[in-house]
């Protein structure tokens, strides 16, 4: 496979919006041929139509809780470009902001379904056809929880991570001497609206959101820079088997430094959020 974006043909799931999106629009930029897929139509058609002056763009509805309609974002995709070169399980759902005990169990439940069922649909989907051509690489996007630590606030997230993570190592280690490439990436706390619009379940979980403002300032970046890098590994990597982590043991103290300036400065802002409250939920014995 060449190491070069131009003209290759990639799926990005869960893209019409947030970080799915932001990927959407590097790879357009770096001459892919690209299919965004969403939920809605109406959705996949808007942001199909503030894609397409950046190139050769397909939109697609797929719920990825739902096996067969990611074969059928498979299908289309090769009906509309003739195969698929890169595959980025990027559909993602977080749980709400909370302790465990206190979250509601369809919440985990939609969880577990997108993050790591719909990572499990689209894998075997797209492995049979690049293994049948024998190129491609499978992109799976790694978040908090995928090392393994605690992942408070949004633990059950973490925990949909984390199993994504021993999945994306599992099938690294089995593909091992093919010519599939498998990449786990993670691009760290990013501004996008599964950040800016969290929903907070009961009483501690405020607690634990008391210094949300402060964190997002710090500690979030834009996803479009976190995309580019995305797009620049990808072009430069000959690995079978590759983990990247955009958050180092230094970011945190760049941030600080950065806050620090921006304070004395007067330049900078805090990022504008809304928080969404359910109430902790209660078993019913």
């Not at 690209?34 to 002056?53: H, M, P, T, Y």
């Not at 976190?226 to 970011?251: C, H, I, M, Y």
């Not at 304070?263 to 359910?278: A, S, V």
């Amino acid at each position: 496979m060449s190491d070069s974006i131009k003209d290759q043909v990639v799926v990005i799931t869960g893209s019409t919006r947030g970080f799915g999106n932001a990927i959407a629009r590097s790879m357009l930029r770096a001459g892919a041929r690209v299919v965004i897929s969403g939920r809605k139509q109406e959705s996949v058609d808007q942001a199909v139509v503030s894609l397409q002056n950046l190139g050769q763009v397909y939109g697609f509805v797929c719920d990825v809780r739902e096996e067969q309609q990611v074969y059928a974002l498979v299908k289309a995709a090769v009906e509309q470009f003739g195969h698929i070169d890169i595959w980025i399980n990027n559909a993602g759902s977080s749980s709400s902001a909370g302790r465990i005990i206190d979250s509601p169990p369809q919440g985990a439940l939609d969880t577990f379904l997108t993050n790591d069922m719909g990572s499990l649909y689209g894998t075997q989907a797209a492995m049979q056809l690049m293994l049948e051509r024998g190129q491609g690489t499978l992109v799976n996007i790694y978040g908090h929880g995928s090392f393994l630590r605690p992942a408070s606030p949004t633990g059950l997230y973490g925990a949909s991570k984390a199993w994504l993570t021993s999945y994306t190592r599992t099938l690294a280690k089995e593909l091992d001497g093919t010519d599939v490439r498998i990449v786990g990436f993670s691009p760290g706390m990013l501004l996008t609206d599964m950040l800016t619009t969290p929903t907070v379940i009961g009483d501690h979980g405020h607690e634990m959101l008391n210094n949300y403002a402060f964190v997002l300032r710090f500690l979030a970046g834009p996803a479009d820079k976190a995309a580019d890098q995305l797009v620049s590994f990808l072009e430069k990597n000959r690995k079978p088997f590759a983990e990247v982590r955009l958050f180092k043991p230094w970011t945190p103290l760049f941030g600080l430094l950065r806050v620090g300036w921006e304070n004395l400065t007067h330049t900078g802002q805090t990022p504008e959020f809304e928080l969404k409250e359910e109430p902790a939920y209660k078993p019913h014995f």
